[in-house]
């Protein structure tokens, strides 16, 4: 029996639970949300080759060290075009294909220059495999001898076909002598969620945005540290126009970032779905073990606080006022920063200390911004942290056996848990059902112990099935659509289907199964979740008291499928999904067999 005493709260399950985290691995920002669809195109990946893009109509490619676009994109890419030619230039694959869909319409834009001037057309197209011209756009102004910017739109053929099978070209015609033409920054982007400039790809934001997350840790993870000093996420280098961000090698997940998504994009993401951010601040670790010294810190706290003016300060403040020049006037509400990421790896013991890592960042952002809530990322005792952020990969059944890890938690410190990255792991590049389980056991523990816990995110959330250096991931995609795995689905589901405060219930009463209760105190519903991980469907009597009449007739939502380990790809993107089907036979009491491996979410009323 699940008895429920509905008469009293529990406690609040707070608005700021549900959450997500982020961070640029397997291509989840480069390549994936972040909606350039060229790859390298600062032509800054490389010193040495002009990575991501090939020769066509038989001119010569290189990169061009010397002839630089401004002192950020020092590098170009020279084209040298045969006399005669009638199309010669460079084309570029994206990131494993440009996604064409009939009628895609696209931005393209590049900075170009001639040795001499050329007054012929400049042609871009998205080409298929097979040579078939899908969309094409023509810039008739010429190339003159210094850099200027150009822009065209083009649009995919309605008859073209839905595929990433295509590539982007650009071309120019040759003289009567062969010609050298320098090419920086050339773009390509679809639309993005909703219009925003630089912005985001829209499937993916739509899935987002379905987890409704209150939250973005952004951008968290090793990917802030970077494994040296010179390769961790300096917010400074990652504003402005984009032709100015030199970009950095993401060495925390093997490979370049341009930092088009950079830290206004990151805050706009949060934005656009209802979020805030939970900033995350370098704190003066690196992966490869070394830090800052303690003694020398003073320029890294101020870089964090300038980051937070640059979020939140108005425009009379001077990163405020660059924020506004950047293109967003409207400060940015942040009621949470985070200092570093998972310093526990710092074995020099610097976080720690009165004079360590932590204090001094806690200090500083404290003194002049005292209503933020402070997070550290592993204990600490020279100041008393508002959050910790503790992190668990584990196995399914590990996250099964351990929703009730927080249950004899201390309260005593008054610091808050957010569980700030989390998974069952199980299945690449996504997670299987039996992961799902695990994850939905795990989040059943965390919302019933949510007066300590008040966030969560799990992590990783994006992956370019293309290119996976972490196993499990929340969503999986390619350059054409994407997917959402099973754990996804438990997520979106629980994130949708809950009410403000948790109910008392005897949890521990029905062995095998984990559940929680909420009830919306607007509008009355409760919500009963209760998964099922095992091989056996379970009845379960449940017995409300303390709620007055319940209706008879409900919903079940329910996330299931027939093996554990059946999952969601790209090929099989709905295999399993939600389903919700309403119910009779419900009231302050009765009987439910809820399936093999499953969840449910019953709601009543
Ligand atoms: O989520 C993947 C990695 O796991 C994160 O970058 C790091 O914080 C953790 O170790």
Same mark, same amino acid.
């Given at each position: 029996?699940?008895?429920?005493?509905?008469?009293?709260? #529990?406690?609040?399950?707070?608005?700021?639970?549900?959450?997500?985290?982020?961070?640029?691995?397997?291509?989840?920002?480069?390549?994936?949300?972040?909606?350039?669809?060229?790859?390298?195109?600062?032509?800054?990946?490389?010193?040495?080759?002009?990575?991501?893009?090939?020769?066509?109509?038989?001119?010569?490619?290189?990169?061009?060290?010397?002839?630089?676009?401004?002192?950020?994109?020092?590098?170009?890419?020279?084209?040298?075009? &045969?006399?005669?030619?009638?199309?010669?230039?460079?084309?570029?694959?994206?990131?494993?294909?440009?996604?064409?869909?009939?009628?895609?319409?696209?931005?393209?834009?590049?900075?170009?220059?001639?040795?001499?001037?050329?007054?012929?057309?400049?042609?871009?197209?998205?080409?298929?495999?097979?040579?078939?011209?899908?969309?094409?756009?023509? +810039?008739?102004?010429?190339?003159?001898?210094?850099?200027?910017?150009?822009? +065209?739109?083009?649009?995919?053929?309605?008859?073209?076909?839905?595929?990433?099978?295509?590539?982007?070209?650009?071309?120019?015609?040759?003289?009567?002598?062969?010609?050298?033409?320098?090419?920086?920054?050339?773009?390509?982007?679809?639309?993005?969620?909703?219009?925003?400039?630089?912005?985001?790809?829209?499937?993916?934001?739509?899935?987002?945005?379905?987890?409704?997350?209150?939250?973005?840790?952004?951008?968290?993870?090793?990917?802030?540290?970077?494994?040296?000093?010179?390769?961790?996420?300096?917010?400074?280098?990652?504003?402005?126009?984009?032709?100015?961000?030199?970009?950095?090698?993401?060495?925390?997940?093997?490979?370049?970032?341009?930092?088009?998504?950079?830290?206004?994009?990151?805050?706009?993401?949060?934005?656009?779905?209802?979020?805030?951010?939970?900033?995350?601040?370098?704190?003066?670790?690196?992966?490869?073990?070394?830090?800052? $010294? +303690?003694?020398?810190?003073?320029?890294?706290?101020?870089?964090?606080?300038?980051?937070?003016?640059?979020?939140?300060?108005?425009?009379?403040?001077?990163?405020?006022?660059?924020? #506004?020049?950047?293109?967003?006037?409207?400060?940015?509400?942040?009621?949470?920063?985070?200092?570093?990421?998972?310093?526990?790896?710092?074995?020099?013991?610097?976080?720690?200390?009165?004079?360590?890592?932590?204090?001094?960042?806690?200090?500083?952002?404290?003194?002049?911004?005292?209503?933020?809530?402070?997070?550290?990322?592993?204990? +600490?005792?020279?100041?008393?942290?508002?959050?910790?952020?503790?992190?668990?990969?584990?196995?399914?059944?590990?996250?099964?056996?351990?929703?009730?890890?927080?249950?004899?938690?201390?309260?005593?410190?008054?610091?808050?848990?957010?569980?700030?990255?989390?998974?069952?792991?199980?299945?690449?590049?996504?997670?299987?059902?039996?992961?799902?389980?695990?994850?939905?056991?795990?989040?059943?523990?965390?919302?019933?112990?949510?007066?300590?816990?008040?966030?969560?995110?799990?992590? $990783?959330?994006?992956?370019?099935?293309?290119?996976?250096?972490?196993?499990?991931?929340?969503?999986?995609?390619?350059?054409?659509?994407?997917?959402?795995?099973?754990?996804?689905?438990?997520?979106?589901?629980?994130?949708?289907?809950?009410?403000?405060?948790?109910?008392?219930?005897?949890?521990?009463?029905?062995?095998?199964?984990?559940?929680?209760?909420?009830?919306?105190?607007?509008?009355?519903?409760?919500?009963?979740?209760?998964?099922? &991980?095992?091989?056996?469907?379970?009845?379960?009597?449940?017995?409300?008291?303390?709620?007055?009449?319940?209706?008879?007739?409900?919903?079940?939502?329910?996330?299931?499928?027939?093996?554990?380990?059946?999952?969601?790809?790209?090929?099989?993107?709905?295999?399993?999904? &939600?389903?919700?089907? $309403?119910?009779?036979?419900?009231?302050?009491?009765?009987?439910?067999?809820?399936?093999?491996?499953?969840?449910?979410?019953?709601?009543?009323?």
């Amino acid at each position: 029996t699940l008895s429920i005493d509905a008469g009293t709260a #529990a406690h609040a399950l707070p608005s700021t639970f549900f959450g997500v985290m982020t961070e640029d691995i397997n291509h989840s920002g480069e390549g994936g949300l972040y909606a350039e669809l060229l790859q390298n195109r600062s032509l800054m990946a490389s010193a040495t080759s002009p990575t991501g893009w090939s020769a066509v109509g038989g001119a010569d490619i290189a990169l061009d060290g010397s002839n630089g676009l401004n002192t950020a994109l020092t590098r170009s890419l020279l084209v040298t075009v &045969p006399a005669g030619a009638k199309a010669a230039g460079v084309a570029n694959g994206g990131f494993w294909g440009i996604p064409v869909v009939p009628g895609r319409q696209y931005q393209a834009s590049f900075f170009a220059k001639s040795d001499s001037a050329y007054d012929g057309p400049v042609d871009v197209s998205v080409v298929g495999g097979d040579g078939t011209v899908y969309a094409h756009g023509r +810039v008739d102004d010429g190339v003159g001898t210094s850099w200027h910017q150009f822009k +065209v739109k083009l649009t995919a053929d309605q008859d073209a076909p839905a595929t990433s099978d295509a590539r982007f070209v650009l071309t120019v015609r040759g003289g009567k002598a062969a010609r050298s033409v320098w090419l920086s920054n050339v773009s390509l982007f679809p639309p993005t969620y909703k219009n925003v400039r630089n912005g985001l790809r829209t499937d993916l934001m739509a899935k987002i945005a379905g987890l409704k997350p209150s939250f973005i840790r952004e951008p968290g993870g090793n990917y802030l540290e970077g494994n040296t000093l010179a390769t961790r996420f300096d917010w400074k280098s990652t504003i402005g126009p984009v032709w100015t961000r030199p970009g950095h090698q993401d060495d925390a997940w093997g490979y370049w970032s341009t930092d088009g998504m950079g830290l206004l994009e990151y805050l706009e993401w949060a934005e656009s779905v209802g979020a805030e951010p939970l900033l995350a601040v370098y704190a003066g670790y690196n992966l490869n073990g070394t830090h800052v $010294p +303690v003694d020398q810190l003073g320029p890294y706290v101020q870089d964090a606080l300038d980051e937070i003016q640059y979020a939140t300060g108005s425009t009379d403040t001077v990163w405020g006022r660059k924020r #506004a020049e950047d293109g967003h006037p409207a400060p940015f509400k942040i009621s949470y920063v985070e200092i570093g990421n998972e310093d526990w790896f710092d074995k020099s013991g610097s976080y720690d200390g009165d004079n360590g890592r932590f204090a001094q960042f806690y200090d500083a952002i404290r003194a002049k911004y005292p209503s933020i809530k402070l997070v550290a990322t592993t204990e +600490v005792k020279s100041r008393t942290p508002d959050v910790l952020d503790l992190h668990y990969y584990e196995s399914p059944a590990w996250m099964d056996a351990h929703a009730d890890l927080f249950d004899s938690y201390s309260r005593s410190t008054g610091t808050k848990i957010m569980v700030g990255e989390w998974a069952a792991q199980e299945g690449k590049p996504t997670p299987d059902l039996n992961a799902a389980l695990g994850d939905a056991s795990w989040l059943t523990g965390l919302m019933r112990n949510s007066d300590l816990v008040t966030q969560e995110a799990y992590a $990783p959330l994006l992956a370019n099935v293309n290119s996976v250096q972490w196993n499990t991931n929340l969503i999986g995609f390619d350059a054409l659509t994407s997917y959402g795995s099973p754990s996804y689905w438990v997520q979106s589901v629980l994130a949708k289907n809950h009410g403000d405060q948790v109910l008392n219930a005897d949890y521990a009463g029905i062995g095998g199964l984990n559940t929680v209760v909420t009830r919306d105190s607007t509008t009355g519903k409760i919500y009963v979740v209760v998964v099922n &991980p095992n091989g056996t469907a379970q009845p379960v009597k449940v017995s409300l008291t303390g709620a007055g009449a319940i209706p008879a007739t409900g919903t079940a939502t329910v996330v299931s499928s027939a093996r554990p380990t059946d999952t969601n790809s790209i090929t099989q993107p709905d295999n399993i999904v &939600p389903v919700t089907t $309403p119910v009779t036979g419900l009231g302050s009491e009765f009987t439910r067999t809820f399936p093999a491996y499953s969840m449910t979410v019953l709601t009543l009323g």
